[in-house]
């Protein structure tokens, strides 16, 4: 494990839970988060331990009494390497770690590459996210993939992306949310073409 730390946002994205339940979490002491001053907030950041547990929770652990949630969250906190929890004296039950420690492990290098994808220029649609080398907003390749858009479909709108890129849009805007995100995108046409892939080619042009 290492040292660097993550957004609530960045937490709920790689472990694959919701933003809502991941805060639900912290405000119950379920899992306590490190406190830093960034400019005039106070923000909360999570270790890579706690995103094990939090993914724990999304593969079932949330079912659990809450004092056994507790003593899985203790476990994963105090021994990082450990590869399975055998619950307290009486219980049958075992959580098995060492699987979701490496899918997390994999969910991180996914983020940096995510990361590492794009940039942010304000005479580039006013910051928007976009990838490297392109006007393309993140956030637009996102969108078409939850309006059902296939890669394919995608890529065929933008030469200029790749497979990767486009399957790590969704993770990058999850784990980057916009603030003060305006209803209408810097973006978007006055009047919206019909389809996802029309938006696409649209923009590309």
Do not use: C
Request: net charge positive; no cysteine.
């Amino acid at each position: 494990m290492n040292d660097a730390v993550y957004t609530p946002a960045q937490a709920s994205a790689v472990a694959d839970l919701p933003l809502k339940a991941v805060h639900k979490l912290i405000d119950g002491r379920l899992i306590r988060p490190r406190r830093r001053r960034v400019g005039r907030e106070t923000q909360r950041f999570l270790s890579q331990n706690q995103l094990v547990y939090l993914r724990l929770e999304a593969e079932g652990v949330k079912l659990l009494p809450l004092a056994t949630r507790r003593e899985v969250a203790k476990a994963v906190a105090n021994s990082p390497e450990i590869d399975m929890v055998h619950l307290s004296e009486g219980s049958a039950v075992t959580i098995q770690v060492k699987h979701v420690r490496q899918e997390i492990e994999q969910q991180l290098m996914r983020l940096t590459k995510a990361q590492q994808m794009t940039t942010s220029d304000p005479e580039i649609l006013r910051g928007t996210p976009v990838y490297r080398g392109t006007r393309i907003p993140v956030e637009l390749i996102a969108e078409m993939l939850a309006d059902g858009a296939s890669v394919e479909e995608i890529l065929e709108g933008y030469p200029a992306l790749d497979r990767t890129k486009v399957e790590l849009a969704t993770l990058y805007v999850r784990a980057f949310p916009r603030r003060g995100r305006p209803s209408q995108r810097p973006w978007t046409a006055a009047k919206k073409p019909a389809g996802a892939l029309l938006r696409a080619k649209a923009l590309a042009e």
